[in-house]
């Protein structure tokens, strides 16, 4: 417990506020020994001895490689400028599958309720308890018993190996290390995530219940009052463009961004909810999406930080279903505050609540997942224990390499450069960008459907919209299937060096429900047919979506792995832009073709044309299923293998 509330936002204040006497981490105690390796002057004798060794030749060589828990990657080692600054440490490492070693305490096991127990009874080191460890001293304890393992294995390092002063895990079982947290602590953490990024998705949809109400006060029409839906959402498009690179600074870490931008975001609900003048309620909308975007696009890093790659993808599954339940729920949410008050304030009065609350449960219990973070910060403590000003995380030795000029070219230009040049990369874009407008345009086409025809009031407006959230949740569990009876013993089979298409088989079944979804919900969509059939159709959505999601990001992030955090920020800006966009034709759009009849079915040939539309990307996962790996090898962007 000690280990978790000290890498919390609260815990470092706390820490640094007591001049770290409070807190302290493993190499502050008085017991703390410290590895030879890190010493001063311990390169130069390793030189030495080497140079000595050489000379001698009787002398039986030393082994060449370096044992496996001092090889073992810090999260840095890879190179490149978008690597370092994957807005999402997403894919290869999130959503993708990679060949890195997972940690022997882990479990396969898909989410269950969190087991009791804490931390420090959740796992021991080696499978025994070892003497010298503190009785209650939990990961704490723990780390300074690998701390003194890794003393004892100074003698074993070879000739010819890595910089030894290049400060890593003092083990495989390092409790610092993310990766070896107990279970029931990655379940919180994942729970925190969960929970902001609902708390901030909402935000998009929540204000629906309200537009009209809000168009009158401001006496505009409702298609300027939609801006209040689309500038949020091209708000949160354009924000990880800047802000999600902070994340992946070594020096910053997960927990600031996170905290700092909600903290923003929660403080700007104030204004937006008693401001009068429409411009100023306008741009408020699009500063709170800007700022409530790291939940969105940093929100799977931290899920990757705390799962190996062979089981990530059950666990960004449960992170994504938040990210559906933020615009499903939000009308619903917002429905009832407006049914009570009629007041489209308090649509916006849920929102402040439930971000502040996110507010507080991160800044109080939401520990940093970051390894280069947390690497950076055990460097400097070992500087300041050893006086060797030479060591360095591998962390500081690639922030120390990065360019400004670098950075921007991730962030500004190669997202539009990929997009552009890649057909790949184009035809998945506008896929997920169907899918987005799909969604926001159905933020207009419920209100016509079940406050005209089926009378419903605005509260159970908000219930239609929880169609969306079953449809998904069953989906999640016909994908975890997919997931422990296909992916994992491939992955198996294959040492983690799967094919990318293979993430595009959900997908292959998914997008037959999107034009089967449009067509069924447009031509049931009236009063002679019970309104359960159209929501039903409705749900087929969420299979469409979620799976399209899950495919299309991970066949991304594995084709590209050189260039993930530009792909993603493309994708993400691209679909926002399409999905922030459909609020202010769809209403239009369904009025004027439905001017001719039948008038019964409000959205009928609204649906039919999007449907149409759908019908066109159907052989899309096909196609690249089967000529992704050529196309692949003409790129000189992507990466290519049998």
């Not at 882990?106 to 269950?112: A, F, I, N, R, Y």
Request: aromatic fraction near 12%; glycine fraction near 10%.
């Amino acid at each position: 417990m000690k280990d978790t509330l000290r890498e919390t936002f609260v815990g470092q204040i706390v820490y640094q506020l007591s001049g770290k006497k409070l807190l302290r981490y493993p190499e502050e105690e008085p017991d703390f020994v410290v590895p030879e390796k890190y010493k001063k002057g311990y390169k130069e004798g390793l030189a030495q001895r080497s140079s000595s060794s050489n000379d001698k030749s009787n002398e039986k060589p030393a082994p060449a490689s370096v044992p496996a828990f001092e090889r073992q990657p810090s999260g840095l080692s890879t190179p490149g400028t978008d690597r370092f600054f994957d807005a999402h440490h997403d894919q290869r490492s999130l959503y993708a599958a990679e060949g890195a070693p997972t940690p022997a305490n882990e479990k396969p096991s898909p989410p269950t309720p969190a087991s009791s127990g804490s931390d420090a009874s959740s796992r021991t080191l080696d499978g025994a308890a070892t003497s010298g460890v503190p009785k209650d001293g939990g990961d704490h304890g723990r780390m300074l018993e690998e701390n003194r393992k890794a003393v004892e294995r100074q003698d074993k390092e070879a000739k010819g190996q890595e910089d030894p002063y290049i400060v890593d895990w003092y083990g495989p079982d390092d409790p610092a290390n993310p990766l070896n947290w107990s279970m029931s602590k990655r379940m919180w953490v994942t729970f925190n995530l969960c929970f902001l990024t609902f708390s901030v998705y909402a935000g998009s949809s929540i204000v629906t219940p309200g537009l009209e109400a809000f168009a009158m006060d401001h006496s505009i029409g409702m298609v300027p009052a939609s801006l209040s839906i689309s500038l949020f959402v091209l708000g949160y498009g354009i924000g990880p463009m800047f802000l999600s690179p902070l994340s992946e600074i070594p020096s910053i870490g997960r927990n600031m961004p996170y905290i700092i931008t909600l903290l923003i975001f929660v403080v700007l609900q104030v204004p937006t909810i008693v401001i009068n003048s429409t411009a100023g309620f306008f741009i408020l909308r699009f500063l709170a999406g800007i700022f409530g975007s790291p939940a969105l696009a940093t929100g799977g890093a931290t899920i990757g930080d705390m799962f190996s790659a062979k089981y990530r993808s059950t666990w960004i599954g449960v992170w994504g279903l938040s990210a559906v339940c933020g615009p499903t729920l939000g009308p619903l949410i917002g429905g009832w505050a407006f049914q009570g008050t009629m007041d489209w304030r308090w649509t916006l009065w849920p929102l402040l609540m439930a971000s502040g609350a996110a507010l507080l449960l991160l800044f109080f219990t939401l520990p940093e997942t970051s390894s280069t973070n947390i690497l950076v910060r055990r460097a400097k403590r070992l500087r300041k224990l050893t006086g060797n000003e030479e060591l360095r995380s591998a962390g500081e030795v690639a922030q120390s390499q990065m360019t400004g000029k670098e950075i921007a070219m991730m962030t500004l230009v190669r997202p539009f450069l990929l997009t552009a040049v890649e057909p790949m990369v184009f035809s998945l874009n506008l896929l997920i960008g169907l899918v987005y407008a799909v969604l926001y345009a159905w933020l207009e086409a419920f209100p016509l459907v079940f406050n005209g025809p089926y009378g419903f009031n605005y509260g159970q407006l908000g219930l239609a919209f929880l169609s969306l959230f079953i449809g998904a949740v069953v989906t999640y569990f016909g994908f975890v299937g997919w997931v422990k009876v296909r992916l994992e013993p491939l992955y198996d089979r294959q040492n983690g060096q799967i094919q990318p298409e293979v993430r595009l088989e959900p997908s292959m079944f998914g997008i037959w429900w999107l034009p089967i979804c449009l067509f069924g919900f447009g031509w049931t969509a009236t009063a002679s047919i019970h309104w359960i059939v159209p929501l039903i159709f409705a749900a087929f959505f969420s299979v469409a979506t979620f799976l399209a999601f899950q495919s299309v990001l991970n066949y991304l992030a594995d084709s590209y792995p050189d260039y993930i955090a530009s792909i993603l920020a493309g994708n993400d800006l691209f679909r926002a832009g399409m999905g922030a966009a459909m609020p202010l034709v769809a209403r239009a759009m369904f009025n004027n073709l439905q001017a001719n009849g039948p008038k019964a079915f409000p959205v009928a040939w609204g649906s039919t044309l999007l449907g149409c539309i759908s019908l066109l990307f159907i052989p899309l996962p096909f196609l690249l299923y089967k000529y992704g790996p050529k196309l692949r090898s003409y790129s000189k962007y992507a990466t290519y293998g049998q």
